[in-house]
């Protein structure tokens, strides 16, 4: 099937820092991408979701960059903060019949004071 | 809390008992799934209900066994497990089959040892 990938493992930064985490997809037809915030202990939230037909979207200190050309998708986080720290996973829906959400692995964000 | 429960939060049990995970929603969402996270691995999903109707069985081994009595609680049955089934089993609920509203809504999970 389709993967979702992030190309980085761990990323450390130093709080007040703006985080940058990506993730690469392989399948051209996704028309929608979400990101997960995972803290430790707890079930995975929804940060910020995108769809195909943007090329950028913004929330509360965070913005999703998505490049389909090189299909492609990036999660800033600006003046990060220690409570940021947590494993972050970008995720779409599997192109199946009916769609349920592919994740992918993750990528742990860790703020140091 | 999210508005998705799972109880309970750990669980130990040894190769050759039985015990069931338990999942509540009260969000008025119509889907519910099960996803399996283990260490350096995506999200495995394990199961899925629509409307109390399972709808994927994702090529789980029959040592896990779902159930959903109605549209807002979901079980995940378990027996004869054996060690590598130990994992972090989370639940999540969505308005519909389908992710294209938001996606789904977490539990904190129940992380399992089996021993």
């Known amino acids: 099937g389709e993967s979702v990938g992030l190309h980085l493992p761990t990323l450390s930064v130093q709080e007040g820092d703006n985080s940058i985490i990506n993730c690469a997809y392989s399948n051209s037809a996704s028309d929608y991408f979400i990101w997960y915030k995972q803290e430790s202990g707890k079930g995975p939230q929804f940060i910020i979701d995108i769809r195909s037909n943007m090329d950028k979207r913004q929330g509360q200190r965070v913005t999703v960059l998505l490049n389909k050309t090189v299909k492609h998708l990036s999660l800033q986080i600006a003046a990060t903060q220690p409570g940021d720290s947590a494993v972050y996973f970008c995720a779409e829906p599997e192109n199946s019949g009916y769609s349920t959400l592919t994740f992918g692995k993750g990528t742990m964000l860790l703020v140091s004071p | 809390e999210t508005g998705v429960t799972q109880t309970p939060r750990h669980l130990v049990m040894g190769m050759t008992n039985k015990k069931s995970l338990k999942c509540e929603q009260h969000?008025?969402?119509?889907?519910m799934y099960w996803y399996k996270q283990s260490a350096k691995k995506p999200l495995e999903l394990m199961f899925v209900?629509?409307?109390?109707?399972?709808?994927e069985n994702n090529s789980v081994p029959s040592r896990f066994s779902p159930e959903c009595p109605n549209s807002s609680h979901l079980f995940l049955h378990l027996h004869t497990l054996q060690p590598e089934d130990s994992a972090l089993y989370l639940c999540?609920?969505?308005?519909?089959?389908?992710?294209?509203?938001?996606?789904?809504?977490f539990g904190s999970g129940t992380r399992l040892t089996v021993v």
């Open positions: 969000l008025g969402h119509n889907a």
């Open positions: 999540a609920s969505s308005q519909d089959l389908g992710a294209t509203n938001y996606g789904y809504t």
């Open positions: 209900y629509n409307f109390k109707e399972q709808t």
